[in-house]
């Protein structure tokens, strides 16, 4: 077996419950003024804090707890699940974040794998606007700060990434050829409908969240435009697999309706599904053989990456890896989910 990839590894700033301007910067740029709640409280029966994004009041959508994100437990936890290397990702906050504080996460970040000895890499994270004063913070981090992409997150806000508003920033990650890990974020903009319920809020809306996401990024064209971007979608493109065949049809109509109810030419979508959207699992445990197995028949095993969502749930880390070795797809695909497409789409 080739080297263990985990893709979808959370990072946060040691020292962000500890540094009050760091905590307060975090917490301030989080729009109250749209319905998201943030604060920082105890954990019931332990000596830890956690905060705690709430979208809208009263409903828990983030819990990041103190302590979880330090070099020394991540390396043990990493050796006891048998990952070789970390691609580490800003959870959520970069829908969010402003440049400054976007300055000081990479920093830390780039600190924080140099002392990994090789066993960890980094996500450039900057506002995606376009800015001048972001583009070449992204270029800080892959030049200078040795990072292996980008990352962004399924929408900001109510727009989603197929926004002409995202354009300059896109092209430039496209010119530069670099892939660009896509993120969920807490809910998807049309949320009302899952809110009441815990799994459905905070699962299936993820799901939805990515799914929307990718269709949008398809069957807007945004890929004829870019077609060397590449965008890694956590959650298995929420489970977009399923719905691949349906949305974007393998073969054209052989017959003729008397109403074009949907759009028949998608043969460039079926190569832009083929070579501009990739998939992380993030969290393989939760998706069950026979889901996992149907993923990688319908999208392929070139386009499926290893990725266990760490810290969110210990089983998903430390069963991931097992769960993929046992399911009935070739070995080939086996070792190109669990390192060599990350091997080969991070430059590692």
């Not at 540094?19 to 917490?27: A, H, P, R, W």
């Not at 301030?28 to 019931?44: A, F, L, N």
């Not at 049309?190 to 299936?204: G, M």
Request: aromatic letters at 10%; proline letters at 5%.
């Amino acid at each position: 077996m080739s080297k263990i990839v985990d893709s979808n590894m959370h990072w946060l700033p040691g020292d962000l419950f500890s540094d009050k301007n760091l905590l307060d910067s975090f917490l301030d740029c989080v729009p109250k003024q749209y319905g998201v709640h943030t604060r920082v409280e105890q954990i019931e029966g332990k000596n830890l804090r956690q905060l705690i994004i709430e979208q809208p009041k009263g409903y828990q959508n983030l819990n990041y707890a103190e302590g979880q994100y330090t070099l020394e437990s991540q390396l043990a936890d990493m050796e006891k699940a048998g990952v070789d290397h970390a691609i580490f990702r800003l959870p959520v906050w970069q829908e969010w974040l402003d440049l400054e504080t976007c300055k000081k996460v990479n920093d830390r970040m780039a600190e924080y794998v140099k002392r990994s000895d090789g066993k960890m890499s980094a996500l450039a994270v900057v506002p995606p606007w376009g800015t001048d004063g972001a583009l070449r913070e992204v270029d800080r981090c892959l030049n200078e700060l040795g990072f292996r992409g980008a990352q962004i997150v399924a929408h900001y806000g109510q727009i989603y990434l197929d926004d002409p508003v995202f354009r300059p920033y896109l092209k430039y990650l496209n010119d530069l050829n670099v892939t660009t890990v896509v993120h969920h974020t807490p809910l998807p903009v049309d949320y009302h409908s899952v809110l009441p319920y815990t799994n459905q809020r905070r699962q299936f809306g993820r799901c939805i969240d990515q799914a929307t996401a990718v269709g949008r990024e398809l069957f807007s064209g945004m890929f004829d435009e870019l077609p060397n971007l590449k965008f890694i979608h956590s959650m298995l493109g929420g489970a977009f697999y399923a719905f691949a065949d349906m949305l974007v049809p393998p073969k054209k109509e052989e017959f003729k309706d008397a109403v074009d109810r949907f759009q028949a030419g998608t043969g460039n979508l079926r190569d832009h599904l083929s070579n501009n959207i990739f998939f992380d699992i993030s969290g393989a445990p939760q998706w069950g053989k026979a889901q996992l197995e149907a993923a990688v028949k319908v999208i392929g095993g070139k386009n499926i990456l290893y990725g266990s969502s760490y810290p969110i749930r210990k089983d998903w880390f430390f069963q991931g890896i097992e769960t993929i070795q046992g399911l009935d797809i070739s070995e080939q695909d086996k070792a190109d989910i669990l390192g060599g497409n990350a091997v080969r789409m991070f430059n590692l």
